[in-house]
């Protein structure tokens, strides 16, 4: 079974560009979640999406926003990028149950100059 | 409002022998849910062990065992045996409920782990 993949990998984009992020969860998963993950704030909980539907939202700007497609995958926009914005973005799906577990995916770097 | 401390930022151990890595949580919840994920310096996180507040037994998987003290608030992880390739960054998250299903996890610090040969 493959696991959550993430395009692309490596992103260099400069301030006030936008980007979209991309993720596929394992088949069958209908839950994904996005984490943002800094060197200053550590992992910290962006957004999930079940079911096309965001379910929860962590504490981000508008700036961040995202969307889920019929087919589970998911993708995550950020506008107008800050320097700030450089991390880890790591997205993580499951099959949506309270005890599920989350699989994550490797990641997007994003480096914004 | 819920929150995880891991108060251990690096740690050494030798190789084959156990360490145990620190985790603290903080909730109001009483159903809540403990995890434990290692991450490589490639940056995926990879699970390793699940802790629900109701089970009763302290959860195990393999070389992993997490020690769990409700009473304390406390879900350190135990990593029996330790080999080169243990060597990572290892986050203890909480999973707080929000409605229905949908959960998110809260991360703690983190502590680095370096397993010497």
């Known amino acids: 079974k493959a696991g959550v993949t993430q395009t692309p990998r490596y992103l260099i984009k400069t301030r006030g560009q936008q980007v979209t992020l991309s993720c596929s969860p394992i088949?069958?998963?209908?839950?994904v979640s996005w984490y943002q993950q800094t060197p200053g704030q550590g992992l910290q909980f962006l957004f999930e999406?079940?079911?096309?539907?965001?379910?929860n939202k962590g504490n981000f700007p508008g700036r961040f926003s995202g969307r889920q497609f019929s087919n589970s995958r998911s993708e995550m926009n950020v506008s107008t990028l800050e320097l700030g914005d450089s991390a880890l973005y790591l997205c993580?799906?499951?099959?949506?149950?309270?005890?599920?577990?989350?699989?994550f995916g490797p990641g997007t770097r994003l480096t914004v100059l | 409002a819920q929150k995880i401390t891991q108060t251990q930022p690096g740690m050494f151990v030798q190789e084959k022998e156990a360490v145990t890595l620190d985790c603290t949580y903080d909730?109001?919840?009483?159903?809540?849910?403990l995890f434990w994920y290692k991450q490589p310096s490639s940056g995926e996180m990879i699970f390793l062990i699940y802790?629900?507040?109701?089970?009763?037994q302290n959860a195990t998987e393999g070389r992993y065992s997490l020690n769990f003290q409700k009473a304390r608030k406390s879900a350190n992880l135990v990593i029996s045996a330790s080999q080169l390739g243990d060597s990572a960054m290892y986050f203890c998250?909480?999973?707080?409920?929000?409605?229905?299903?949908?959960?998110?996890?809260?991360f703690g610090s983190g502590t680095r782990l370096l397993v010497r040969p």
């Open positions: 998250a909480m999973r707080e409920a929000w409605m229905d299903s949908s959960y998110k996890l809260i």
């Open positions: 993580a799906s499951s099959l949506g149950g309270a005890r599920d577990e989350q699989f």
């Open positions: 999406y079940f079911s096309e539907t965001q379910r």
């Open positions: 802790q629900g507040s109701y089970d009763e």
């Open positions: 088949s069958g998963h209908r839950s």
């Open positions: 909730t109001s919840d009483q159903s809540y849910g």
